[in-house]
């Protein structure tokens, strides 16, 4: 496939040839000047492509922040397909959620900022709930392929949601405390979920 001819760019950056690049480039716009403030073309502009190459790459401005989202699902899947089946289902969802949100640390300020325009971007939050449920999907696979159930089921369904809530509820904890680790925040949440729902303690106990 050849690349339609388009504009020069209009700015002097180096061209994004890749869908990290081009994300990267948008959600420098985004930390400078807000998401709803910055337009398609001038994301293509600043990444050196037009807009067509643009839409090859994102079905819309969105999805963006996204990044490489789909490959990291992949990667959660292929991951949790290698789990030997000795291996407790509570153990092994808790070490794919953690190695998911495993990060190089030098990428950890631009997730942070990633994660900041995903979560507290009004505009993001409906269609977020579209890779949410992507998400919880790939976990509810796995569910439901080690209790042999159908994946649509409340239980397999139940435990997706939990996964997701304990995610959600360290992202929440990781922005607004900077000295704070996220792969911790996500240990420790699962940790307080088998804590609570697993104790022997008296009804209504915490």
Known sequence: MTAAREQAPRTGRAR?????????????LFIERGFDEVTVDEIAAAAGIGRRTFFRYFPSKNDLPWGDFDALLS????????????????????????EFNTFPESELPLHRQRMEILLR???LVAHSALRYQSWRQVIADF?????????????????GWACLGISLAAYDQWLAHEDQVLTDLIDQGFTEMREVFCSRAAPGAV
């Open 16 to 28: 994004s040839t890749t869908a990290a690049a081009l994300s990267r480039t948008g959600l420098e």
């Open 121 to 123: 971007t009004p505009t």
């Open 143 to 159: 569910v439901a392929a080690r209790l042999g159930v159908r994946t649509d089921t409340l239980r397999p369904q139940t435990i």
């Open 75 to 98: 990667r959660m899947r292929e991951h949790l397909d290698a789990v030997p089946h000795e291996t407790p289902l509570f153990d092994a969802l808790r070490a794919a959620v953690i």
